[in-house]
């Protein structure tokens, strides 16, 4: 039973998300606090697993409190809400395993625990994310959640789990910046390290399979080489 804290000073928002936790599996409610020191005492008092935090309350919010978290060696597993995504980009390196924007949906909450239950069983490090503009938002993407990226025009689509996003980052600085996570196969393709399942030779084009994916990716000649050393490495 994952044991949860749930923080919220609006009332209602607390209401709905009872709801929402009582229709998970596997999930108790062992407390629930509507600004941080109540929250603090809770944490104390009933050692939670999982804390849903919302991020902006009047007192303070959930990211000093989760700042104040890692100082305890029974912290709980942080889950971020807001009611602004533009505000999930604060969950950004507070080692927080999900964020959900409110209102809050019954699968993405369920999404957010299960994510959390793993973290819990130690199947599962803290979350790296990928801050990408999408127009005028910003979108925050798990790396784990991520197959390929691949660049169109002035564009690069992310390919991940729950779908695809257009983001106005090239390659050249993914590469750069996520260089230990992922692998260039293609002058206009990186793939996520992990994802990395088979390759076959189809009438001299060489396709590279991808966990995850039903898409095959062609490597270039010039990448070949490293992708074949990667793959006898880590079979």
């Known amino acids: 039973m994952l044991k949860v804290l749930l923080v919220d000073d609006e009332p209602l928002a607390r209401t709905r998300l009872k709801r929402l936790l009582g229709q998970c599996r596997d999930v108790q409610l062992v407390a629930e606090a509507d600004n941080v020191e109540h929250a603090w005492e809770a944490i104390h008092a009933h050692q939670p697993q999982v804390a849903l935090l919302d991020i902006a309350m009047p007192d303070g919010d959930g990211l000093s409190l989760a700042a104040r978290l890692r100082s305890l060696s029974h912290a709980p597993v942080v889950i971020f809400t807001t009611a602004y995504e533009e505000h999930a980009l604060s969950a950004y390196g507070h080692a927080a395993v999900d964020y959900l924007v409110k209102p809050v949906r019954q699968e993405r909450l369920q999404e957010a625990l299960e994510r959390a239950r ?4 130690g199947q599962q490090h803290e979350p790296r994310w990928l801050r990408a503009r999408v127009g005028s938002r910003i979108q925050l993407i798990d790396l784990d959640d ?4 691949v660049a169109e025009d002035k564009y690069t689509t992310v390919h991940y789990e729950q779908g695809e996003t257009v983001v106005d980052i090239s390659l050249a600085k993914l590469e750069q910046e996520f260089a230990d996570f992922f692998l260039r196969i293609h002058r206009s393709a990186l793939v996520a390290r992990h994802r990395l399942q088979g390759l076959e030779n189809q009438q001299g ?14 490597v270039s000649r010039r990448h070949l080489p490293e992708l074949r050393r990667y793959l006898k490495e880590h079979s």
């Open 146 to 149: 991520i197959i390929c990226c």
């Open 205 to 218: 084009r060489h396709l590279l399979s991808l966990r995850g994916s039903s898409v095959q990716l062609e």
């Open 118 to 121: 793993r973290y819990c069983a």
